[in-house]
């Protein structure tokens, strides 16, 4: 049987950590609206946007050219399984962006990439895994996280838009993102947090985006909506703050393990870690929004700026590792020679 082609192999080793980045500056965009910083947030919102489209389009082009169908990847599991990753990561993105474009006042912007997010959603999360039973690294949340994308998602426009069925919706996806994870947990590689190079922090940047929603799933209720009576709320309430605080001692976990191991920091997978360490600061300033906790801000402040500042890493050496790559004209060979 022939091999998949190289855009397929292209789009194999690239679309996740693309898809990666793309959220990890859309989450930083929500996370700095959420501190105040109203102004930097719309830069990183610029970025992510431009980002996406830039994924979208060499997306669009790379796979129709090369003629790659679905079937293309039949017998071929590792790229089944990759393919699917890069698809719900791709969603999650989408859902960020939507969440971004909610907080600056353009809801029926944010509704449409909702729907387009919605769209690949249940295919990708249908497709069963084909690895053999091995464990995983942490790219195993990949549906945890496109689920409760779309849960935080849906919830900010209910609020927006004062739309009870859409908060019920978000609703259900979040308890089916709480399984999901726990199904992902069971598959996932525990000497990742030892031996992992990045990615192995999406363990805590699922719980940080789990709180994450439970915390807009609390604020999109209103005297207007009166979408949870006391019980549930009471529920979402504790189910919400036991997340940040599992969130929390997750990341002190895999914060001392870098210490104790340590791994080379410069890693394309590395775009998750800081997606993680975003994702936990603005999981904290919402949560403190939602139920008035005040010194979580200082915490999610705090966090957000070591975000920042580990964006800003991540995206230098990115750079530089492009640059290395191309020669002016034709790209580098790999090969030997």
Known sequence: MPGPSPSTAWWAQRAPSASAAVLTTGTLSVGLDLAGYGVLSRI???????AWLML??????RLPLAGTTLRSYAGVPGLVDTVATATLTTVAATAVLGTGFSAVGAQGLAAALLVLALLPWPVALARPVQDGGRRRP???FARCLATQGLAVLGATLAAAESVAWLAHAALVLFWLGLVLYLLALARFDVRQVAEGRGDHWLVGGALALSALAGARLISSDSARLYLWNV?????????TVALLVLTLACCAVLLAAEFLRPRPRTDIRRWATVFTWAKTATASLAVAAALDVSWLDGLGEVLLWVSVAGWLGIAAWAVASARAYVVPGRVRSRARR
């Open 231 to 239: 019980d549930d709320r009471g529920i979402l309430r504790h189910v």
């Open 44 to 50: 990183a919102l610029g970025v992510t946007c431009a």
């Open 56 to 61: 979208a389009v060499d997306f669009t082009l």
């Open 138 to 140: 942490g790219t195993v």
